[in-house]
């Protein structure tokens, strides 16, 4: 079947502004992550869902960082009020499960730019 | 924390040449380790992994060996080619319980010219 896709693949935006980015996972994967590439940082978790459920959200930068993930499929990262060190590209990953060593499968990105 | 520290690239290498790709790593436990690539305009892929110590993980002809006794996975491979050009990045899945994300080394870019 189809991979991990996300969207928009390119997002350029204003300080301050809100921006949401979308990820659909392959399909019957319980298991999703977000990341962040960025050129200072280089690739940091930021957050993962077994199902809907998010046990863990130290890994998001701030508190202008959100993330849902509903019907246990796709999943959106919310950046409230945009600054500019949140340019990067954003990564979205899926696994079967979330237990073991199971391969995360990774989108193309969404590259984020804040003017 | 656990952490995963690679060669600076970029690293630029004439087709056929061996190829090596150090990697070490911090990290409680067992972790798993893995060489995740990423070729021009493309996302990250898995290339190879390996779970416990002494483990070989290969694929199209790169090799990692997990080194528990000097906390490496370096990648190698015996003769690159132009179409290996991509950055490649080293990682661990830890152990530890509540565990599940991969800590990723800051990549090393590969140019192989013909």
């Known amino acids: 079947g189809a991979g991990v896709s996300q969207s928009p693949s390119n997002k350029v935006t204003e300080k301050g502004k809100d921006v949401e980015l979308r990820c659909d996972p392959i399909s019957g994967h319980t298991a999703l992550y977000w990341y962040r590439q960025s050129l200072g940082q280089g690739l940091e978790f930021l957050i993962y869902?077994?199902?809907?459920?998010?046990?863990?959200k130290s890994g998001l930068p701030s508190d202008r960082f959100s993330a849902e993930r509903t019907g246990g499929s796709v999943s959106t990262l919310t950046i409230q009020r945009t600054q500019q060190e949140d340019s990067a590209v954003y990564l979205c990953?899926?696994?079967?499960?979330?237990?073991?060593?199971?391969?995360?499968?990774f989108g193309p990105g969404t590259r984020l730019t804040v003017l | 924390g656990d952490s995963v520290t690679q060669m600076e690239g970029p690293v630029t290498l004439s087709e056929e040449a061996f190829l090596t790709i150090n990697c070490t790593y911090t990290?409680?436990?067992?972790?798993?380790l893995f060489w995740y690539v990423q070729y021009p305009g493309e996302g990250l892929q898995l290339l190879l992994k390996?779970?416990?110590?002494?483990d070989k993980g290969s694929n199209k002809g790169f090799e990692a060996t997990y080194r528990k006794e000097t906390t490496s996975f370096h990648l190698e491979k015996g003769s690159v080619q132009v179409s290996d050009s991509a950055v490649y990045f080293c990682?661990?899945?830890?152990?530890?319980?509540?565990?599940?994300?991969?800590?990723f080394g800051k990549g090393t870019k590969l140019s192989v010219i013909p």
């Open positions: 390996a779970t416990k110590a002494d």
């Open positions: 869902f077994q199902g809907n459920s998010a046990p863990d």
């Open positions: 990290a409680t436990g067992y972790p798993s």
């Open positions: 990682a661990l899945r830890s152990s530890g319980a509540g565990s599940y994300q991969l800590t």
């Open positions: 990953a899926s696994s079967l499960i979330l237990a073991g060593v199971n391969e995360q499968f």
